[in-house]
């Protein structure tokens, strides 16, 4: 089972950053965390995908006073979704017109829930992110929504302010991955792989890698 768990891993997370670059080309919105990423890298020049990885280790030494710890599941979503990312945005042709874009949209935010039911079905740890959202509410005693809403609403808005694309898709985006997560990780968890927590809390249990 470990090998398949690994294969698991690494599909699900070249998918992922593929998903992410059908979303951006879709131009109708992204999930709050790339708009950051998004506006970040239009005020620098530095690549999408190199900014995603950038971020994701800085996010990574916020868990140092959380007392959280990396998994290799952790460090591979660092590194491997902002490569995946930049190749996939030359390979991708912009949505020209509102049914392109939807279609687009459509399409990326399926390859995404398959994508983050894929990984975290591998029970290998959940991303730099989902770790931040899980460790502050760990430390503070606030919910786990409470703690999502609260950093996703502060990264979209610097994320708009530095010309993120902030749209409709942001919405679909928030409202659905987590029931389609919810709907798919029964297809994707690794029966002698540890209980992979929920997409409402992806560390209600310490991460086994």
């Known amino acids: 089972m470990l090998v ?3 294969i698991q891993l690494l599909a699900g997370l070249s998918l992922f950053g593929f ?3 059908v979303l951006i080309k879709a131009g109708l919105g992204i999930s709050p965390w790339d708009i950051f990423h998004q506006g970040l890298g239009r005020l620098t020049g530095i690549s999408t995908g190199m900014v995603i990885i950038a971020v994701s280790f800085l996010v990574l030494l916020l868990w140092i006073p959380l ?26 042709p912009q949505a020209n017109g509102l049914l ?21 079905g591998a029970s290998f740890g959940p991303g730099a992110r989902d770790g931040l959202m899980t460790g502050l509410a760990q430390r503070t005693g606030w919910s786990i929504r409470t703690c999502r809403t609260l950093i996703e609403v502060t990264v979209a808005a610097a994320g708009w302010l530095l010309g993120g694309t902030l749209g409709i898709g942001t919405v679909a985006e928030a409202f659905l991955i987590g029931p389609l997560i919810q709907w798919l990780m029964p297809l994707f968890r ?3 792989g540890p209980r992979e927590p929920s997409p409402e809390n992806p ?4 991460p086994a890698a």
Do not use: E, H
């Open 67 to 92: 007392r959280m710890r990396p998994g290799w599941g952790t460090l591979a979503n660092a590194v491997l979704i902002g490569a995946f990312v930049d190749l996939s945005i030359p390979l991708i």
């Open 4 to 6: 398949r768990r690994i």
């Open 19 to 21: 998903s992410i670059a």
């Open 190 to 192: 690794v029966p002698s």
């Open 100 to 120: 392109w874009q939807v279609a687009y949209l459509a399409g990326g935010l399926v390859l995404l829930a398959v994508a983050s039911a894929c990984y975290l």
């Open 203 to 206: 560390l209600s249990k310490s």
